[in-house]
């Protein structure tokens, strides 16, 4: 069945404009999670969404990053104002649920911000 | 904080020979441990995982990992390595108590020679 898919593959942007990365879960799963790997950070979680709601936003870098899921399925990763160290491969998630359940990962968009 | 240490970001072995991939969590309560690999320009894939029961975890491709409370290690091992194993491979675990955002180790980058 479909994987877990992301869009764009790749974002090249200039510093200051604004950007939306995307993410489709596989369907069925109610938890989502997004994650940035850069080089001098590994991986870092961001945000999840179980359904629609994120609970816990304390894992964004920034007041210029947000987040939302509309339908329990698409979520969309907004970037405003975009700095160079926001140049990153962002990967997103989705699990059936919570907790333990294994966390299916898309193939990342990579951001880069001239 | 719970934190995730990988021994060794680069690791090379001979193929055919042990694959031996540290990891150690910080915290004094176990928490759900993963290991991922990341093969280039691909998302995560999860290899294996441990959340209760038997404490010798098998994973695909012929890796296995053994949780040890006493040491607060997780280390992933293969008998004999494979060209095809050459990846980056990321430890993580979940925290007790939290929504199951993992939280990765630096990754270790295996390269097999032939």
């Known amino acids: 069945g479909a994987g877990v898919s992301q869009s764009p593959s790749n974002k090249v942007t200039e510093k200051g404009k604004d950007v939306e990365l995307r993410c489709d879960p596989i369907s069925g799963h109610t938890a989502l999670y997004w994650y940035r790997q850069s080089l001098g950070q590994g991986l870092e979680f961001l945000i999840y969404f179980q359904g629609n709601s994120a609970p816990d936003k304390s894992g964004l870098p920034s007041d210029r990053f947000s987040a939302e899921r509309t339908g329990g399925s698409v979520s969309t990763l907004t970037i405003q104002r975009t700095q160079q160290e926001d140049s990153a491969v962002y990967l997103c998630?989705?699990?059936?649920?919570?907790?333990?359940?294994?966390?299916?990962f898309g193939p990342g968009t990579r951001l880069t911000v001239l | 904080a719970q934190s995730v240490t990988q021994l060794g970001s680069h690791v090379s072995v001979s193929e055919g020979a042990l694959v031996l991939l540290r990891c150690n969590y910080s915290s004094s309560v176990p928490p759900y441990l993963f290991w991922y690999v990341q093969y280039p320009n691909q998302g995560l894939q999860l290899l294996l995982k441990?959340?209760?029961?038997?404490?010798l975890v098998k994973g695909i491709n012929g890796f296995e990992a053994e949780f040890k409370k006493s040491e607060t290690s997780f280390h992933l091992t293969k008998p004999s390595a494979h060209m095809s194993d050459a990846a980056e491979y990321f430890c993580a675990v979940i925290p007790p108590g939290s929504q199951g955002n993992l939280i990765f180790g630096k990754g270790t980058k295996l390269s097999v020679k032939p």
């Open positions: 441990y959340t209760t029961g038997a404490t």
């Open positions: 998630a989705s699990s059936l649920g919570l907790d333990a359940d294994t966390q299916y």
